[in-house]
């Protein structure tokens, strides 16, 4: 792993902390005013559906096409400027019509999204809300090109502090709405698409700042973008089939007054790990990939994506045992107050359980993607994505009348195991590039002998402080107590086991303060 992609690793994972702190905040605010009742059900739903389609229109499918062609473009002297700038036109178009459509069926597509909530007062709650935001998803989507252009432009700070000011908006709402009074579901819907705004006003300067102004335009079906969308259309199907299992584990949630709102706060712990590594990674992963495989560097290509698999995992696997062993007391600790009661904790605590067990799964869905996308293969991810699709409805359908809304939760961990089994199994034809070197294979052993241990002493913390945790002014010194317990152990075993060398995690922080100080 070259020191520049570690370098972006650590600048986009230091500001998705941030953000993913910043929306933790936001969460217990929310589980504060709202609770797990009707009122946050249908919040949770309305704000999904913008970001449902958002994921499948840009992020998580244009971009993995929209970065190497631009890349390419940019490497080679080519028109890079107006490529980006018709791409631009051509979403904006787009966009603008499905935004009014989307609005005008907003019944239609929360009955789609949670059919449990038909004939009671949470549908007419999610289709207002819906209704208001859901514009959110025009702006969002032209900040997931624009940050694609800052990101190759290898402005990774700018790209990365996006997020941020999301939940930042959200959290001044909720206090604005709690001094003065306001209805705090209408606060936070009519939030959503100002957020938009702020986060596509704040990438347009920059981009404009490293060279890249973008008005808008007519659309014009180019060459490029004709390449582009073929290139994009098997990612966007597979981007679709990700939501499909979303939309699946909602219908489930759906059909428990408050399942919604407890798998939206389980998702936001399991998420921090996964953004601050898995998105990071995969976000530098492709660029660098990319350059190294156009340059016939099979060598450096290799080791970047061994070494960005090896520092994920030696992240991600601690966190989810983690989250498996203590979800309790970290659900107890963080949430419990207001209007989010025990049985709140108990519930929430189970989906986030479960969410652990797939951590590491989606972590290594941004590790090993950029190695087809890098190729400009869509089409194997797609259909590896359909196959996961069919074992999370399978599993989430199948086992509902034996673990309820759980079974939705994890589904979605066995199909991410599914979708890892498949991208693994279709790399294996791929080159030296996409091959595990030795020093990952001595490492990886030791990494999971390393997070058990620490599992074991984790255990053995909460039954020891138990007493503890459910006394409110000993909780967060308890709960401190466990996570730096969780970690002396984890990082002890891990350099006793030669998993690791604690210097390499000082030089990485090292070399991201001497970047940020240059």
Partial sequence: MSKGLIRNVVTLGGWTLLSRGAGFARDVMMANYLGAGPMSDAFFVAQSLPNMFRRFFAEGAFNQAFVPLFAKKAEAGEDAQAFAQDAFNGMTALLVVFSIIGTLAMPLLVWMMAAGFAGDDRFDLAVTYGEIGFSYILFISLVALLSGVLVTKGRFTEAGFVPVLMNLAFIASM???????????????????????????????????????????????????????IIAGPAILA?????????????????????????????????????????????????????????????????????????ALALTLPAAVALVVIAMPLIQVLFQRGAFGADDTANTA?????????????????VLQPLYYAREDTRRPFKFAVWSMVVNAAFAIGMMPVMGFVAAALATSVSGWTMVWQLWRGSRGMDDAARFDDRFKQRLPRI???????????????????????????????????????????????????????????ALMRRRRDTDAG
């Fill in 239 to 311: 981007g679709g089939v990700v939501q499909i299992n979303l939309l699946v584990g909602r219908q489930v949630a759906s059909f428990t007054e408050g399942a919604v709102a407890w798998m939206s706060y389980a998702d936001r712990l399991y998420q921090l790990p996964l953004g601050v590594v898995g998105i990071a990674i995969g976000t530098a992963l492709l660029p660098d990939l990319s350059r190294r495989l156009r340059a016939g560097d099979a060598e450096g290509g290799r080791a970047s994506f061994n070494r960005g698999a090896e520092f």
């Fill in 448 to 506: 999971i002998l390393a997070a058990l241990v620490m599992g074991v002493v984790l255990w053995g913390m909460t039954v020891l402080l138990g007493p503890a945790l459910d006394v409110a002014r000993w909780r967060w010194m308890a709960l401190a107590a466990l996570v730096f317990g969780g970690m002396l152990s984890y990082f002890g075993a891990g350099t006793l086991f030669g998993a690791f060398r604690l210097a390499e995690f000082k």
């Fill in 175 to 229: 206090l604005l709405a709690d001094w003065r009074g306001w209805n705090m579901g209408l606060t936070l819907a009519w939030t959503l698409p100002l957020t938009g705004v702020l986060q596509f006003g704040f990438t347009w300067f920059a981009a404009r700042a490293a060279g890249h102004t973008f008005t808008l335009g007519r659309p014009r079906w180019t060459p490029d973008l004709k390449r582009l969308a």
């Fill in 350 to 366: 189970l989906v986030l359980a479960a969410y652990g067990l797939g951590l590491p799964a989606f972590v290594l869905h941004k």
